[in-house]
């Protein structure tokens, strides 16, 4: 024990979602068998756990590397593709392992029948992120995308829209955002396609956020939930800090004999929390 003697407890409900722990599994499974896999964008948004995947032999590829591959072994990890993935690497006689997660498969399906039956579709995500880049590309990128209401025009939206969200988007903005453009006069066809693995998260950290001095949240910095789950807790505690590693942790940040929560996202590793308590014990 530290000279802080800080009480510390690891929230048992964070860490990796069902859908990061099929990719990684996967991912390991072929590691072990061959030692070599190619996966094509980040397996997760955590760079601690990508770093320790790529001890083991796994190699991260760009969309432009996919199209100068032959002949190997790919990865698609659990944000899921767009079809022209599929097509660039079976047509460079690539093998692929798909660890798309069941719930973004089926939003997929579901994205490409409502655009068949004719549907506007807008589409609530960070534009960049690659499950929203999955996405739009089942219907050739003709949802509009965006981040935040004030993105919209409301002058160009359609009377009547369907309107649809990336997995890991806070499910109480979603429906500040069908309020709002249901106060502009549109008519919102709406269909929740938040995941529920992340949304009924929000409430038990609430919880767990309140029981201590201090929370110490832990993540990698491109997490879309990361980022949504920390705001959750630091609303409830203002004494929160992001993390994305044991490094980044400061001696003053805390007092002595504080109690310290460490609480994380969907794509951190239950390991690299018990890194963050041995860090927060030995002060």
Same mark, same amino acid.
């Given at each position: 024990?530290?000279?802080?003697?800080?009480?510390?407890?690891?929230?048992?409900? !964070?860490?990796?979602?069902?859908?990061?722990?099929?990719?990684?599994?996967?991912?390991?499974?072929?590691?072990?068998?061959?030692?070599?896999?190619?996966?094509?964008?980040?397996?997760?948004?955590?760079?601690?756990?990508?770093?320790?995947?790529?001890?083991?032999?796994?190699?991260?590829?760009?969309?432009?590397?996919?199209?100068?591959?032959?002949?190997?072994?790919?990865?698609?990890?659990?944000?899921?593709?767009?079809?022209?993935?599929?097509?660039?690497?079976?047509?460079?006689?690539?093998?692929?392992?798909?660890?798309?997660?069941?719930?973004?498969?089926?939003?997929?399906?579901?994205?490409?029948?409502?655009?068949?039956?004719?549907?506007?579709?807008?589409?609530?995500?960070?534009?960049?992120?690659?499950?929203?880049?999955?996405?739009?590309?089942?219907?050739?990128?003709?949802?509009?995308?965006?981040?935040?209401?004030?993105?919209?025009?409301?002058?160009?939206?359609?009377?009547?829209?369907?309107?649809?969200?990336?997995?890991?988007?806070?499910?109480?903005?979603?429906?500040?955002?069908?309020?709002?453009?249901?106060?502009?006069?549109?008519?919102?066809?709406?269909?929740?396609?938040?995941?529920?693995?992340?949304?009924?998260?929000?409430?038990?950290?609430?919880?767990?956020?309140?029981?201590?001095?201090?929370?110490?949240?832990?993540?990698?910095?491109?997490?879309?939930?990361?980022?949504?789950?920390?705001?959750?807790?630091?609303?409830?505690?203002?004494?929160?800090?992001?993390? !994305?590693?044991?490094?980044?942790?400061?001696?003053?940040?805390?007092?002595?004999?504080?109690?310290?929560?460490?609480?994380?996202?969907?794509?951190?590793?239950?390991?690299?929390?018990?890194?963050?308590?041995?860090?927060?014990?030995?002060?």
């Amino acid at each position: 024990m530290g000279s802080l003697n800080l009480r510390v407890e690891i929230d048992d409900k !964070s860490g990796f979602c069902f859908g990061v722990v099929g990719a990684i599994e996967k991912a390991e499974k072929e590691l072990e068998a061959s030692g070599e896999l190619y996966c094509l964008g980040e397996i997760v948004h955590n760079d601690e756990e990508v770093k320790r995947l790529e001890f083991q032999g796994m190699v991260n590829i760009t969309k432009e590397e996919l199209s100068t591959l032959h002949n190997s072994t790919i990865l698609f990890r659990a944000h899921g593709e767009p079809p022209v993935s599929y097509k660039t690497a079976l047509k460079n006689g690539n093998r692929i392992i798909d660890a798309s997660c069941p719930i973004i498969l089926k939003l997929q399906k579901r994205f490409r029948e409502s655009y068949e039956k004719g549907d506007t579709i807008y589409l609530y995500g960070k534009p960049n992120h690659p499950e929203v880049i999955g996405l739009n590309g089942q219907i050739g990128n003709k949802a509009i995308v965006f981040g935040h209401f004030e993105d919209l025009d409301l002058k160009l939206i359609p009377g009547k829209i369907t309107l649809y969200s990336q997995t890991t988007m806070s499910i109480e903005s979603f429906y500040e955002i069908v309020e709002k453009l249901e106060d502009s006069g549109i008519e919102v066809n709406v269909k929740d396609t938040i995941c529920r693995q992340v949304s009924h998260r929000e409430p038990s950290l609430r919880q767990f956020s309140r029981k201590y001095n201090r929370i110490v949240f832990v993540a990698g910095k491109q997490s879309s939930n990361g980022s949504v789950l920390f705001n959750v807790c630091r609303q409830e505690n203002p004494n929160t800090y992001f993390v !994305s590693s044991p490094d980044e942790i400061f001696e003053h940040w805390f007092e002595k004999d504080d109690s310290v929560g460490i609480c994380g996202a969907t794509s951190t590793p239950m390991w690299l929390m018990r890194d963050v308590e041995k860090k927060l014990l030995n002060l």
